[in-house]
């Protein structure tokens, strides 16, 4: 079984331009999640779906990035215009179950570079 | 709010010798516990979780967590190590109520030295 995939793997680009991340879950997983790591710190919570529905969404930054799920499958998250402190690893994760049995599977990662 | 506290950055160990790696969490009630672990230039891997029952967690590669609700820490260990085990390990925690978030620590730098 194929695990979470993630695309691109690294992306360079400079302040002001556009971004696009894809994440592409373990299939069957309804649960999907965005999480970012800046150099040196936590993995931060950035948002959770639920199929295609927003779960919660209270780690996004600001406006300049969107997550979206469209039939529930893959998921993007864009950033739009991308800034400086926007740079570090975003994982996105998976998971079949809620509740007790939940485990979240991770993909490998999208590093970002803005300059 | 939940947090998990990972107080090295770093913890160097000779092969062979046994090696832990340490991590507090604060939440509201009982906690779901967990350890990733990242390889250089991969993904996050599961390693094993706490839910309940013994404190005592057996997860992948040898690696076993211990449960202490006392001190609040879910302590990572493997009685041998292995120069294979180097990599970035982080701790998480979930509360049983609410949203699913995981709350991650900085994360410990693993080297092991032949």
């Known amino acids: 079984e194929a695990g979470v995939t993630q695309f691109p793997s690294h992306s360079v680009i400079e302040k002001g331009q556009t971004v696009t991340l894809r994440c592409d879950p373990i299939?069957?997983?309804?649960?999907l999640y965005w999480y970012r790591r800046v150099m040196g710190k936590e993995i931060k919570f950035l948002l959770h779906?639920?199929?295609?529905?927003?779960?919660?969404e209270s780690g996004m930054p600001n406006n300049r990035f969107l997550a979206e799920r469209t039939g529930g499958t893959y998921s993007t998250l864009k950033v739009q215009p991308a800034e400086l402190e926007d740079s570090g690893v975003y994982f996105c994760?998976?998971?079949?179950?809620?509740?007790?049995?939940?485990?979240?599977?991770f993909g490998p990662g999208t590093r970002l570079l803005v300059l | 709010a939940q947090s998990v506290a990972q107080p090295e950055d770093q913890v160097n160990v000779a092969e062979g010798n046994p090696l832990t790696v340490k991590c507090t969490y604060s939440?509201?009630?009982?906690?779901?516990l967990f350890w990733y672990v990242q390889y250089p230039n991969r993904g996050l891997q599961f390693l094993l979780k706490?839910?309940?029952?013994?404190?005592l967690v057996k997860g992948s590669y040898g690696f076993e967590a211990e449960f202490n609700k006392s001190q609040t820490s879910f302590h990572l260990k493997k009685p041998s190590a292995l120069v294979s085990d180097s990599a970035l390990y982080f701790c998480?925690?979930?509360?049983?109520?609410?949203?699913?978030?995981?709350?991650f620590g900085k994360g410990t730098m693993l080297l092991v030295s032949p």
């Open positions: 994760a998976s998971s079949q179950a809620s509740g007790v049995q939940e485990t979240q599977y």
């Open positions: 299939s069957g997983h309804d649960n």
């Open positions: 779906f639920v199929k295609e529905s927003k779960q919660d």
């Open positions: 939440v509201s009630g009982n906690p779901y």
């Open positions: 706490y839910i309940t029952g013994d404190n």
């Open positions: 998480a925690v979930r509360g049983r109520s609410g949203y699913s978030t995981l709350t």
